[in-house]
């Protein structure tokens, strides 16, 4: 038996736990991960506090990128202490029917999480190709030949991930934008700048990844296949192409949406700087 766990945020009821009978103790969350994630990388680990009617104490819910090793960890840990005096239930969650959940693809962050998990920090590689700034190419700040006093900056970011060891290659391309209100100001500017650029590039990472499927054994052995349905025209393109992608009329850019998965690429300072960049 294989199973195949994508670059996206998991969703199915098998690949949840929930776990309760917990007693309240300071780094509740920091114990439950350190327990559950000996089975598997987790994706997250929630605490709350029980109903009143269901008396103190505390559950939580603990998702798994893997539905074998959600099951894992429910046979292993169900009835026993762990890190607590009484012993904890834990059990898969019951699938809901009549309620479908969006499919959101994981950030940067977790998508290098992942990689490094399944695939080794040798395993894998990435680099940004270009990284445009395509600011007013549609003339949204000018009016009546006049320049308004809110300007929008805009980048446009194409990355490659790499996996030597399966002979694959594949690319994502972003549209990160924001809006600046006080266009006088030479600080916001260069602040909202810096933040456009390190959005554009996480998102070009994340979706280069959504293109990878990971085929896990059970052997722990992991294969590699590219999901057909991702193809898109920049993986034909040349480099240089690529670089010049602001005069692709073709390709379809999927504007910067700022939702909970991609916040988080916020936290890390040194993304850009730590990741080859391009002449300009």
Same mark, same amino acid.
């Given at each position: 038996?294989?199973e ?28 439950l ?5 000996k ?8 605490a ?25 960890a ?17 059990c ?5 029917k009549g309620?479908?959940?969006?499919v959101?693809?994981?950030?940067s ?32 700040? #000018? %009016? !009546? ?8 900056? *805009?980048? $446009?970011?194409? +990355? ?8 694959v ?10 809006d ?20 554009a590039?996480g ?16 052997n ?10 991702? #193809? %898109? !025209?920049?993986?034909?393109l040349?480099?240089?192409?690529? *670089?010049? $992608?602001?005069q +692709?009329?073709?390709?379809s ?6 939702k ?10 040194d ?10």
């Amino acid at each position: 038996m294989a199973e195949v766990v994508e670059f996206r945020v998991p969703t199915g009821s098998a690949q949840t736990l929930l776990v309760w009978g917990l007693e309240p103790e300071p780094g509740l969350e920091h114990s439950l991960f350190s327990a559950f994630s000996k089975f598997g990388p987790l994706y997250s680990v929630r605490a709350h506090r029980n109903a009143a009617v269901a008396g103190p104490g505390y559950y939580a819910i603990i998702k798994f990128y893997s539905a074998g090793d959600a099951s894992r960890a429910q046979r292993a840990c169900n009835g026993k202490r762990l890190f607590q005096k009484s012993p904890l239930k834990v059990c898969v969650c019951t699938k809901q029917k009549g309620f479908q959940q969006q499919v959101l693809a994981l950030n940067s962050n977790k998508c290098q999480e992942l990689a490094n998990y399944y695939l080794g920090f040798n395993g894998w590689s990435s680099r940004i190709i270009t990284l445009q700034n395509v600011s007013g190419f549609d003339g949204e700040n #000018e %009016e !009546l030949g006049k320049t308004l006093q809110k300007r929008s900056v *805009k980048y $446009l970011c194409a +990355v490659e991930v790499t996996l030597p060891n399966h002979g694959v290659r594949t690319r994502g391309v972003s549209l990160g934008e924001a809006d600046i209100e006080n266009g006088e100001d030479p600080l916001e500017f260069v602040t909202a700048t810096r933040r456009v650029q390190k959005l554009a590039v996480g998102k070009a990472l994340s979706s280069a990844f959504q293109k990878i499927l990971l085929v896990v054994l059970e052997n722990g052995k992991v294969g590699v296949e590219c999901n057909s349905t991702q #193809e %898109e !025209l920049i993986e034909s393109l040349t480099e240089e192409e690529l *670089k010049g $992608l602001v005069q +692709v009329s073709e390709l379809s850019l999927e504007p910067f949406d700022l939702k909970e998965e991609v916040l988080s690429d916020l936290s890390f300072d040194d993304e850009l700087s730590s990741w080859e960049m391009p002449s300009t």
